[in-house]
């Protein structure tokens, strides 16, 4: 499986956007780029994913590098609900999710 | 609103006991997995089925655990005998696979979890 690299933690400011960085330089051209994020005490919950080109939806945009060996999800205005793990994980199609450490968002009022 | 539902919440149980924990797909969804989640280890698919047939489950161990689809509503997971170290939330997931060329895919839906504890 192919490995993506995160921040252990990071801090942002409520109101405030935030940039979680992923990097994996080992990305072949079928795996899709996918987020997703687990809130205290639930379920992981299906964020967005891209292939090429960068991704907007309700929740937030995905920006993928042109040599789409990095990729970053950006929150626009940081909630303390968004407070969570983030994960960014690469998916063959039909292929399983293979969650890594992630990233913790700690939001502050 | 459509969810994906687990049954029981928490399970505490002693160690040698039988536990079965159940889950509700999204309606529709043909793919359903089950994964683990520990502090030590995060979270680990344990097996996956599409239109009920097992695809992978080499992330599960096969002498104590197995699961199964009865049918497209139910999928169990059932591990007998249980062990302390079998203590972990237990997380199931459904999506549809709608094909290569339809292009989005693994959407995945969790539920709640089971919280098991085996004394």
């Known amino acids: 499986d192919a490995k993506t690299t995160q921040p252990n933690s990071m ?8 940039h979680l960085p992923c990097n994996h ?50 929150l ?21 999710l293979v969650f890594g450490a992630g990233t913790i968002l700690r939001v502050k009022s | 609103d459509a969810r994906v539902t687990q049954t029981p919440r928490h ?7 039988e536990v079965t924990m159940r889950c509700q797909p999204i309606l529709g969804h043909n793919t359903v997995f089950w994964y683990r989640q520990t ?13 009920r047939a097992p695809l992978d489950d080499s992330g599960m161990p096969k002498d104590r655990f197995s699961a199964e689809m009865p049918d497209a509503t139910l999928a169990t997971l059932k591990i007998q005998p249980s062990e302390p170290r079998d203590s972990a939330v237990y997380f199931c997931a459904s999506d549809t696979d709608r094909g290569v060329f339809l292009g989005s895919l693994n959407e995945q839906f969790f539920g709640p979890g089971t919280r098991l504890t085996v004394l």
């Open chain 1, 11 to 18: 801090e942002s400011n409520e109101e405030e956007p935030v």
């Open chain 1, 76 to 96: 626009h205005r940081a909630t303390l609900r968004d407070a969570a793990v983030y994960y960014c994980i690469l998916v063959e199609y039909g292929n399983k």
């Open chain 2, 11 to 17: 399970k505490v149980t002693e160690m040698g006991q």
């Open chain 2, 39 to 51: 502090m030590m280890q995060g979270l680990e698919l344990l097996a996956y089925f599409r239109n």
């Open chain 1, 25 to 74: 330089s080992t990305i072949s051209g079928t795996d899709y780029i996918h987020w997703y994020r687990q809130l205290p005490s639930q379920g992981p919950e299906y964020v967005i994913h891209g292939l090429t080109s960068n991704v907007n939806n309700r929740m937030a945009s995905l920006a993928i590098a042109e040599d789409r060996k990095s990729s970053t999800l950006i």
